[in-house]
């Protein structure tokens, strides 16, 4: 599943938020209902329930005994919560999620490959300057998306 497009959104005090109708529409044409939504790069990262199934069951390979990605596992897998749209289309953020991102008011949700990302407006503007400022200015950045043939 493909997400596409960036939204902006305002979050309320109760820490509720629109999905975008798109994005929705994606989930319920595939007959899911809910999202598991969790921390990662200063943004939370938002999968449809069956793409975060095929992550866990890859996750459930790592050794009990490597300690960075056991770490890893308690950050990623740790703060993951199930979460279902309301009959509005909102979702509601945990408090430690939205801490972690910095939500509190104007939010930014953008599509990716196999999930959705919402953004703190501020990080997200400053996410996009650094990468427009510096991003095409890196060889090795600029060989990978070359390489996408895109």
Not at 76 to 103: C, H, M, N, W
Not at 136 to 144: K, N, S
């Amino acid at each position: 599943m493909i997400f596409r497009g960036r939204f902006e959104y305002t979050i309320d005090l109760k820490g509720r938020v629109n999905i975008p109708a798109p994005f929705r529409e994606l989930l319920h044409k595939s007959g899911q209902e809910s999202f598991v939504i969790t921390n990662y790069s200063d943004c939370i990262y938002v999968y449809p329930v069956d793409d975060w199934t095929r992550i866990e069951e890859k996750l459930s390979n790592v050794s009990s005994v490597d300690r960075k990605l056991n770490t890893f596992l308690r950050f990623f897998i740790g703060a993951a919560v199930e979460i279902s749209p309301d009959k509005q289309g909102r979702i509601l953020i945990p408090p430690s999620l939205r801490t972690y991102a910095g939500l509190d008011k104007d939010v930014v949700i953008t599509g990716m490959p196999n999930r959705f990302e919402i953004w703190a407006r501020d990080k997200w503007t400053e996410e996009i300057g650094r990468f427009e400022k510096e991003g095409f200015e890196d060889p090795e950045l600029e060989r990978e998306i070359k390489s996408l043939r895109i």
